[in-house]
């Protein structure tokens, strides 16, 4: 049995693809016209903290995205790289959204879809360090 060392197999493919897919069902939700007929919402207010259900959805979508990429990717590209590939999709959705009808550019959304990638990230990192620990035998403790 040959060592694949950093050489991609057919099962390494297979863990891309859920990335792959929401990253697509992101960029069909990003097509739709935007639920705010009357403009574009107000900006956010420093000094006041008001978070409402878009904001959570921007950091979980962007969570789950971030996720499932370095699950993809685990092992074969450094974190650091699948974290600004994944801010870096998130800036390319704002972009594309300008374009779309009704809809708009926002630096705020950047920055909450940054903040679940991060957020995605280390939530990963947990889980594999959790599961590593899990593993372990008792007397290796």
């Known amino acids: 049995m040959e060592d694949s060392?950093?050489?991609?197999?057919?099962?390494?493919?297979?863990?891309?693809?859920?990335?792959?897919?929401?990253?697509?069902?992101?960029?069909?939700?990003?097509?739709?016209?935007?639920?705010?007929?009357?403009?574009p919402p107000?900006?956010?207010r420093i000094l006041e903290l008001k978070v409402n259900i878009n904001d959570i959805l921007h950091i979980c979508e962007y969570a789950l995205?971030?996720?499932?990429?370095?699950?993809?990717?685990?092992?074969?590209?450094r974190s650091v790289y699948l974290i600004l590939v994944t801010i870096f999709y998130a800036i390319l959705d704002?972009?594309?959204q300008y374009f779309v009808p009704s809809r708009y550019f926002s630096f705020y959304d950047i920055l909450l879809d940054s903040i679940g990638v991060i957020l995605g990230f280390l939530f990963y990192i947990f889980l594999t360090n959790l599961i590593k620990r899990l593993r372990k035998k008792p007397n290796e403790l």
């Open 5 to 39: 060392g950093n050489k991609w197999i057919y099962y390494d493919y297979l863990r891309i693809i859920p990335a792959i897919i929401f990253a697509g069902i992101i960029f069909y939700f990003s097509s739709l016209s935007d639920p705010y007929p009357a403009g």
């Open 42 to 44: 107000e900006p956010p």
């Open 65 to 77: 995205l971030s996720l499932l990429i370095a699950f993809g990717f685990s092992g074969k590209v």
């Open 94 to 96: 704002e972009v594309h």
